[in-house]
């Protein structure tokens, strides 16, 4: 169980996901912003609690959707940066936000194919056993990746090599506009479609308490050896799919969702206790808001990255003058 100031920090990166988002989408509806947001509101707990769960030199190979790996490893500035895709970003506009890495900040960089990164979040876990690194790595992907071939193959090899990964589901139940339950042949737990000889673990993904305890567990497990285990976190997410695509989802399951919201469950349990006032969250939520919109003004005059794009992508690459490879 975290102590009083571990919870008001899991409590301020809770704030600081939600404040983000609310800025994004106000900005994004403003004035536009060049990457599209895909948002991850009401998904929160998972993203935060699994990152707050593991140490900063685990990999972690993040879905599209999970903003909290990227806020909780980067500035505040990096993130949007990123996503201006400007020349301070971390990959200096060679990638946007949504599938950006850095190997300093441990950040497995993705591709825009669905699934994609499992097998190399496998092969990162491969190779902190065979460099003899303390090292887990987690993979996030959605209810859409867990239908893809790679979830098989990935999984199949960590438990067959017992390698150090934990498997994340933020099991949002919906595929941009497809019912997962129209295209996934399980009754209830999408996890149970991993028939592998592993660990499985369904778990409230609106409560970031609990997804702490069970990253954390999975993660001691995965350094003592133990190999891989699969954590199912059932969760929602409010905004649709991405912000160019209409709502079709029932207004009544979007409400039911709200009421159990991540950010307002972890509040009322730190009120409770007494770990926090309404004051205190209220000045945090201010702060966070005032170093977001700084660094919006920041991204916004920013300039596109001068060095040629090709530049950094491929190790010990020449480019002739056009721009092509020089082989
Ligand atoms: C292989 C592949 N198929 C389709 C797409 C288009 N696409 C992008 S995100 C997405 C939905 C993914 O759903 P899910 O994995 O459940 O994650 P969520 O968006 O719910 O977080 C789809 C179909 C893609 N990028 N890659």
Do not use: C
């Amino acid at each position: 169980m975290p102590d009083d100031s571990e919870r008001t920090e899991i409590h301020e990166y809770l704030l600081l996901n939600r404040v983000f988002e609310e800025t994004v989408l106000e900005v994004y509806e403003d004035e536009g912003i060049p990457e599209l947001p895909h948002l991850s509101m009401g998904q929160e707990a998972v993203g935060v609690g699994a990152t707050y769960a593991l140490e900063d030199d685990d990999w972690l190979a993040p879905s599209l959707r999970t903003r909290a790996v990227m806020l909780m490893r980067l500035s505040i500035r990096d993130v949007v940066t990123g996503m201006y895709g400007t020349a301070s970003s971390p990959t200096e506009g060679r990638v946007t936000e949504h599938h950006l890495g850095t190997s300093e900040n441990h950040i497995l960089g993705t591709t825009g194919l669905v699934g994609s990164h499992l097998n190399v979040a496998a092969g990162a876990a491969l190779s902190a056993r065979q460099l003899d690194e303390d090292r887990v790595t987690a993979v996030f992907f959605g209810d859409g990746g867990a239908t893809r071939g790679e979830f098989h193959t990935a999984i199949n090899y960590a438990a067959v090599e017992d390698l150090p990964v934990v498997f994340i589901i933020e099991n949002n139940q919906w595929i941009e506009e497809t019912p997962a339950s129209e295209v996934i042949a399980v009754e209830e737990d999408i996890s149970e479609m991993a028939g592998h000889d592993l660990p499985k673990e369904v778990i409230d993904g609106q409560d970031v308490d609990e997804v702490i305890e069970t990253v954390s567990a999975a993660a001691d497990r995965a350094r003592r050896g133990g190999g891989p285990t699969l954590i199912e976190a059932k969760t929602y997410r409010y905004r649709p799919h991405a912000e160019v695509i209409p709502e079709r989802r029932d207004e009544a399951e979007i409400e039911e969702w709200k009421e159990r919201d991540p950010v307002e469950v972890h509040r009322e349990r730190l009120l409770d206790a007494g770990v926090a006032d309404e004051e205190w969250i209220e000045e945090t939520r201010a702060e966070l808001i005032e170093e977001i919109e700084a660094a919006f003004e920041f991204a916004k005059d920013d300039p596109m990255p001068e060095a040629d794009v090709m530049d950094k992508v491929y190790k010990d690459m020449d480019v002739d003058e056009d721009g092509g490879v020089v082989r």
